[in-house]
């Protein structure tokens, strides 16, 4: 059963976060809940992100910015968990306003971490030489952090103090240069065409930076309504994910008072985002992954192309053994379950619940790499649908057998699904609207 109410209304701090390996469509669910948030804060990640809004018709793939940028009414933050590469923010900014959108709602933490050229090379040198390749963005995303856990980095404070940046770019530089030439044989990086491009990037933004941490939790203590957007997704997270092919930093719920400065106290409700089958870009464990005809499929009905690297997306039947594990690991108090309207027209549907790992059989994910390659999964065959669901809004509308997989998910994850999306557009959603203020 759906649950009653999915307004932002009644509880200040919400955060939206990805269930399974990205790209579960949380750029659509931010989007649908923005006009009833003050504040839309990205807690983590950088432009390995690629967040797709879908409003009247027009395509918006956001890397770096907010997705509720597009609603000016909302205060967006990009916070100091995040990665920030200042190039990537400028060419975003610039696209938006060539499409009507002025930007002039966003705001940078000073706490948050540069990615310098070098990261970006870094990450290419470190890719082409490893064996077993991760298959990174090649954003600079995992070097940057590196940076940051290595107490190296260059924050938005510091570029901003013309100064410290040029000693802290002068140190970085020289390492950095030798770990390129001489153990990647890659050419070096100059430094004054970085400093000199980072000069002209800081006079830009630089209006644009301000503690975040005091605004946030001053906010949230007035009673205004803060949305937490989570990139990637608790299978990518650094610690719960299937490592080493993650991402850096921590997408789970658990990373926004980390990334944000915002106490867990003050943190309410956690939505989580979960396509209704599974896709992985990059390298890696995927236990439900098919190699067959409907793969191709999903992927094409589904559009199943990263928003970020246009790479196609690896695509199988929903995993609830992972579902679970991220649903636990976050507190998900509500899914919202996506791309529902990708599975019409396949007489059966199977869901994922349980492994088999040599013989035995597993009800979790487990942390050894190779025993999750080796996991057979154990599928539970639903039947299916044939209608066209894309025009359904209301819950009771919708064909029982779709409503038996809805309540498949729910009672196997423990969780309620609070939002049902069946299409890209902004308005294509089954929500209970029952208002409960
Ligand atoms: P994110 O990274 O989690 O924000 O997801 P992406 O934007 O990378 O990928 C999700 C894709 O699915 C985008 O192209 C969305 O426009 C699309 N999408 C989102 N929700 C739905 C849905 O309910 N149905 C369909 N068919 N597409 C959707
Ligand atoms: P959104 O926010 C899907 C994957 C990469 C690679 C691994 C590490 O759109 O859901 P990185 O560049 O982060 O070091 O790459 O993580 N990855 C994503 N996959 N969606 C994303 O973001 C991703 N961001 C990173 O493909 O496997
Ligand atoms: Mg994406």
């Not at 098919?290 to 928003?307: P, Q, W």
Request: hydrophobic share 40%.
């Amino acid at each position: 059963m759906l649950c009653d109410d999915f307004k932002l209304r009644r509880m200040p701090a919400y955060t939206v976060v990805g269930t399974q390996w990205g790209d579960e469509g949380k750029g659509k669910v931010i989007d649908v809940l923005a006009p009833q948030a003050d504040y839309i804060v990205r807690f983590q990640g950088g432009n390995n992100a690629g967040h797709t809004v879908v409003a009247k018709g027009e395509k918006f793939v956001l890397h770096l910015l907010p997705s509720g940028i597009l609603h000016p009414n909302a205060q967006c933050i990009i916070g100091p968990g995040v990665v920030l590469d200042p190039k990537v923010l400028i060419e975003e900014l610039e696209a938006l306003t060539a499409k009507g959108i002025c930007g002039k709602n966003l705001w940078i933490s000073d706490r948050a971490h540069l990615i310098m050229p070098y990261h970006i090379k870094l990450d290419e040198a470190k890719e082409k030489k490893r064996q077993k390749k991760i298959g990174t963005t090649r954003r600079g995303i995992g070097p940057c952090y590196e940076d940051k856990v290595s107490r190296c980095g260059i924050r938005v404070a510091d570029w901003i103090d013309e100064a410290r940046f040029s000693k802290l770019l002068r140190e970085n530089l020289g390492e950095k240069n030798s770990l390129l030439e001489r153990v990647y044989a890659e050419s070096p990086l100059d430094f004054d065409e970085i400093h000199a491009e980072y000069r002209v990037y800081a006079a830009e933004l630089k209006h644009r930076v301000i503690d975040s941490v005091k605004v946030l939790n001053g906010a949230i203590r007035s009673g205004k309504t803060v949305l937490f957007e989570g990139a990637q997704a608790l299978m990518l997270d650094i610690d719960y994910g299937t490592y080493p092919y993650v991402t850096a930093s921590s997408p789970s719920t658990g990373g926004v008072s980390v990334g944000t400065g915002v106490p867990p106290g003050l943190l309410d409700r956690q939505v989580g985002v979960m396509k209704a089958y599974c896709t992985r870009v990059g390298e890696g464990p995927f236990v439900t992954e098919l190699m067959n005809s409907t793969a191709e499929v999903i992927r094409k009905r589904g559009g199943e192309f990263g928003a970020t690297t246009g790479r196609p997306r690896r695509c199988g039947w929903l995993d609830l053994i992972a579902a679970k594990y991220a649903c636990a690991i976050n507190g998900i108090t509500d899914i919202a379950l996506t791309k529902l309207d990708v599975l019409s027209g396949f007489d059966t549907l199977k869901v994922c619940v349980g492994y088999q790992i040599h013989g035995t059989p597993c009800d979790t994910v487990p942390a050894n790499i190779e025993d999750l390659y080796r996991a057979v999964p154990i599928y539970e065959e639903l039947p299916g649908w044939s209608q066209d669901i894309a025009t359904i809004t209301r819950y009771e509308a919708l064909p029982e057998s779709c409503k038996a997989y809805l309540q498949f998910i729910e009672t196997f994850t423990e969780t309620p699904i609070a939002m049902v999306s069946v299409g890209v557009d902004r308005s294509q959603n089954i929500i209970r609207t029952k208002d409960l203020k």
